[in-house]
């Protein structure tokens, strides 16, 4: 089982997200890295299979994550937003992440595991640079 690589110390999930570098530029970016890849999991688990399901998931919960994460947003991140972080966004790290995450859920860790294996249920997810995100349950 490979060594954990994330930063994060903590069992939650958007620790280990929050650990991930964000490939964008600084100018512009309204909405954290993080939040984005924890709406898209969070998406992809409630079956959204497009940019577009995860624009309506991410609008139809916004007052909702953006109260109990305690967060200002003045807007959900549209299915454009989503895109364009996707084409940046560093898929071994995310998978990394989530590895560890899951990893770190085992009472115990992993040391008795010879491998771990995530499932997901439908890779059927709309254009090449979000099925990069589907792949990640299968990292």
């Known amino acids: 089982m490979p060594q954990s690589v994330s930063a994060a110390t903590d069992l939650d999930l958007i620790s280990f997200l929050k650990a991930i570098p964000d490939a964008r530029m600084r100018r512009g970016v309204r909405i954290p890295a993080w939040y984005l890849l924890l709406v898209a999991v969070l998406g992809i688990l409630s079956k959204c299979e497009s940019l577009r399901d995860l624009e309506r998931f991410a609008r139809r919960h916004h007052a909702v994550l953006n109260e109990a994460l305690g967060l200002e947003l003045k807007r959900p991140p549209s299915d454009s937003a989503f895109r364009y972080f996707f084409l940046q966004v560093d898929v071994a790290a995310v998978c990394a992440a989530i590895r560890d995450w899951t990893i770190a859920q085992i009472p115990g860790g992993?040391?008795?595991?010879?491998?771990?294996i995530c499932c997901q249920a439908t890779s059927a997810f709309g254009p090449l640079a979000t099925r990069k995100l589907v792949h990640l349950m299968a990292c």
């Open 110 to 116: 992993a040391g008795d595991l010879d491998q771990l």
